[in-house]
């Protein structure tokens, strides 16, 4: 059985900082992309960042680029986002995903991300 698990989400006041892990099981976890995606209620997915297979490769959006970092443990099945500077505009739910090639497979339940003072 196949899960992603995220954690690490919750209310941050502007310019906080978070830590959201995500750990996988069930799938061989060092073959994929991991992938941060967020999406605000009523609007669409928005991808976040990316990290290759061994994690020597990140990418960012432009929206998190300098804020935020990704990065993943493979012998902990995890991938982990790093969020500084957060804004208003970074709240949304955050889910991990794994990928191959351009396919999302699997999608983590996802964890709430609040920005407010």
């Known amino acids: 059985q196949v899960e992603l698990v995220e954690s690490g989400g919750g209310l941050v006041q502007p310019g906080g900082s978070l830590r959201l892990s995500c750990v996988g099981s069930g799938f061989t976890f060092s073959n994929y992309f991991m992938s941060w995606v967020r999406q605000v209620p009523g609007k669409g997915l928005e991808w976040v960042s990316d990290v290759n297979e061994a994690g020597g490769t990140t990418y960012y959006a432009d929206a998190v680029k300098g804020r935020f970092t990704v990065s993943r443990d493979n012998n902990k099945n995890t991938v982990y986002l790093e969020m500084n500077g957060l804004k208003p505009e970074d709240a949304a739910v955050y889910y991990c995903?794994?990928?191959?090639?351009?396919?999302?497979?699997?999608w983590g339940q996802g964890t709430q991300v609040t920005v407010s003072s």
């Open positions: 995903a794994a990928r191959r090639n351009t396919v999302w497979e699997y």
